[in-house]
């Protein structure tokens, strides 16, 4: 069975500076692994995606992520917070592509 | 661009009605996916396809029902709506997981709200 947890369900930080969303996942197989975004009132979009090969990943807006299979975790992480990252997080895994498990989600607040 | 598309941005319903929530994509994807989406609950899937006329339960499908008779076309039923029913729900696709990692398509979400 896949499942993912995403610590801290609210984060805050000020305009520049790092922002880090944690994900660790359960998975009795080699997982995918999936980043959304998600702004008010609006469906989910992707940020970026691990399937196989490097394990440092780039996304859209500057954000990245990295694969640690050792401690089974796919944190999201973007070097200086700008405004316009305010939003809903959510991690998710997929071991066959054929069905997707979320994270409750994490909101994020830039403060100026 | 993919494109999935819901028929509704908002809806307001009254308790007790059947209740059509409906999502076409457009880039021929096997997978469609039903989810609901609850503050501190994250996404959670009511029920998937992977083919024309197969359904597949998910985690809460209790009081809804699915329908595809298109490739395109993944409809949500609420046989008789109730208030524990006010949520978002969001509609997603994907290509099967055999042709490649690929991720789910989502589209913009219906504000469902029963009165």
């Known amino acids: ?112 | 661009d993919v494109k999935v598309t819901q028929s509704s941005r908002y809806l307001v319903k009254r308790t007790g009605e059947k209740v059509f929530l409906e999502c076409v994509q457009d880039m021929d994807h096997e997978n469609m996916f039903w989810y609901r989406q609850d503050p501190g609950l994250g996404l959670r899937l009511i029920y998937f396809s992977y083919d024309v006329k197969m359904k597949e339960k998910g985690d809460i499908p209790e009081g809804y029902s699915v329908s595809r008779e298109k490739k395109e076309r993944f409809s949500l039923i609420l046989e008789s709506a109730s208030t524990n029913q006010t949520s978002m729900y969001l509609c997603a696709s994907s290509f099967p997981g055999a042709a490649g990692a690929t991720e789910a398509f989502f589209g913009q979400g219906t504000r469902l709200t029963v009165v």
């Open chain 1, 1 to 112: 069975a896949q499942s993912v947890t995403q610590l801290g369900s609210h984060v805050s930080v000020s305009e520049g500076a790092l922002v880090l969303l944690r994900c660790n996942y359960s998975s009795s197989v080699p997982p995918y692994l999936f980043w959304y975004v998600q702004y008010p009132n609006q469906g989910l979009q992707l940020l970026l995606k691990y399937t196989t090969g490097a394990t440092l990943v780039k996304g859209i807006n500057g954000f990245e992520a990295e694969f640690k299979k050792s401690e089974t975790s796919f944190h999201l992480t973007k070097p200086s917070a700008h405004m316009s990252d305010a939003a809903e997080y959510f991690c998710a895994v997929s071991d066959t592509g054929n069905q997707f498990y979320f994270g409750t989600g994490t909101s994020l607040t830039v403060i100026p």
